[in-house]
């Protein structure tokens, strides 16, 4: 498989079968909470990554397995509105099955009108949103340099308008950078007219590339749900476990661990394993 992965158990989504349209990794932003590492390529430019018929007939592969499978969730090694092929892809994807499409997006694409149009067809968009501030914003995402805060709090405006399904918001926090008291409150009076179904709290649980940053308490983070308000939510840590799928083991930790770096808890974690089970396939 080239671009599908999972299904892998996603703390939001369930089952989450993984669709990866972007190239390692090419993205708008240099996050320095981002388990993929360093951002090789930053850019703004869309164009025409992968290949859609590919991607179809993957996806077709393994939807005849008849694995539990949540979402299809478009996401992977970089950002995903990137990808030309991005609004083909859902379109396509939802001819062959009605399993729900999901999109996890940084959002830096969203003022542009044909992004909002393609990425619309999802059922379930998850944009994010670190800081409001344009310095803490620099600090915290480290954008491509013509992507701004406001340019990027529009988008999002513009595409709640016109978006019927579910739109939820992630807000990563990391301790000392974007998690002051000031920062928050501009986060909640920004984020208010926009009307998210959910917004989600997260703080990095596994290594970052950059050593310095820091994950929040959950107590600290209960602090700040309870300062944004409803429909805020916490999600960091939060993941329950259930028994996902045993046949091709090896095969599905080989995959998933091509994505990502993850330690032996993680591995059990997302693909619903026993930790057990999967010692004795990592050796």
Known sequence: ??????????????????VDLIPYKICSLDCPYCQLGRTTVKTIERSPYGDADAIIAELSQVLQEKQKID????????????????????????????????VLTNGTLLHLSEVREEVSAADLVVPSLDAVSAEIFQKVNRPHPLVTVQQLLAG???????????????IMLLKGVNDSAEEIEKIKKAI??????????????????????MPLSSAEL????????????????????????TSDI???????????????????????????????HLA
């Open 71 to 102: 979402y299809i969730t478009l996401s992977g090694s970089g950002e995903p509105t990137l990808s030309s092929h991005l609004g083909a892809v859902i379109r396509r994807i939802k001819e062959i099955t009605d399993i729900p499409v999901a």
């Open 192 to 213: 208010a007219p926009i009307a998210f179904d959910r917004v989600q709290l997260n703080t990095p649980v596994r290594p970052a590339w950059d050593g310095s940053i």
């Open 250 to 280: 090896e095969e599905r930790i080989v995959r998933v661990i091509q994505r990502r770096p993850l330690n032996l808890p993680d591995i059990a974690d997302v693909l619903g394993m026993p930790p057990a089970l999967v010692s004795k």
């Open 156 to 170: 999002l405006e513009q595409f709640r308008k016109m978006f019927g399904g579910q739109l939820w918001l992630e």
């Open 222 to 245: 209960d602090g700040i749900r309870e300062r944004i308000g409803a429909p805020c939510e916490v999600i960091a840590g939060t993941r329950k476990r259930q028994r996902g799928a």
């Open 1 to 18: 498989m080239n671009y599908i992965f999972g299904p892998v158990r996603s703390r939001r989504l369930g089952f989450s079968l993984g």
